[in-house]
T-cell receptor, first 110, second 115 residues
Framework: GQQLNQSPQSMFIQEGEDVSMNCTSSSIFNTWLWYKQEPGEGPVLLIALYKAGELTSNGRLTAQFGITRKDSFLNISASIPSDVGIYFCAGPGGYDKVIFGPGTSLSVIP | DTEVTQTPKHLVMGMTNKKSLKCEQHMGHRAMYWYKQKAKKPPELMFVYSYEKLSINESVPSRFSPECPNSSLLNLHLHALQPEDSALYLC??????????????FGNGTRLTVT
């Protein structure tokens, strides 16, 4: 079946630094979704991408739909402590399914 | 605040108990989902309802029984669970089924502990 991989698995950064993470698929996707999950809460949608090459921003977050349609990238600029959490990429995994990558855990050191 | 509401927030049940998890959304979404999530792992799909009909069952054991009474409500009935079923159970909804690209909106989950 389709699989998603995310890297890095975890990141420890200083407050104010920029963050980059990526997600790759074993097959072509027509939609990429990026979620953030904080402890005790459900995943929250950050950005949705629908077109190869698309670059979309949401505040300090920017995500790109890779041209090959097998990858996507998420960047966070000028990180702050509330950026801490697990970031998941997700996409359609077949009829009516949305599958998730294993996640990138982000820790921000004040 | 999430627009998908799940109750209860926490649930502890014995292996012989019967309990139900409830999920509600009033966004007019036409697809609803149950996911199971273990600590530090991604959500795993269990069931999908599309237009109030069960469209996907990811080979979930029969001790989990979903129900969609109407387009706004989704239940998960639990019976004779095992300790390994302890997890965060997440409900989600989307405007349309995901094959048309609608993103999922999640509730905050029910933390289930089976003793």
């Amino acid at each position: 079946g389709q699989q998603l991989n995310q890297s890095p698995q975890s990141m420890f950064i200083q407050e104010g630094e920029d963050v980059s993470m990526n997600c790759t698929s074993s097959s072509i996707f027509n939609t990429w979704l990026w979620y953030k999950q904080e402890p005790g809460e459900g995943p929250v949608l950050l950005i949705a991408l629908y077109k190869a090459g698309e670059l979309t921003s949401n505040g300090r977050l920017t995500a790109q739909f890779g041209i090959t349609r097998k990858d996507s990238f998420l960047n966070i600029s000028a990180s702050i402590p509330s950026d801490v959490g697990i970031y998941f990429c997700a996409g359609p995994g077949g009829y009516d399914k949305v599958i998730f990558g294993p996640g990138t855990s982000l820790s921000v050191i004040p | 605040d999430t627009e998908v509401t799940q109750t209860p927030k926490h649930l502890v049940m014995g292996m012989t108990n019967k309990k139900s998890l409830k999920c509600e959304q009033h966004m007019g979404h036409r697809a609803m989902y149950w996911y199971k999530q273990k600590a530090k792992k991604p959500p795993e799909l269990m069931f999908v309802y599309s237009y109030e009909k069960l469209s996907i069952n990811e080979s979930v054991p029969s001790r989990f029984s979903p129900e969609c009474p109407n387009s706004s409500l989704l239940n998960l009935h639990l019976h004779a669970l095992q300790p390994e079923d302890s997890a965060l159970y997440l409900c989600a909804s989307s405007l349309d089924p995901p094959r048309v690209g609608s993103p999922l909106h999640f509730g905050n989950g029910t933390r289930l502990t089976v003793t």
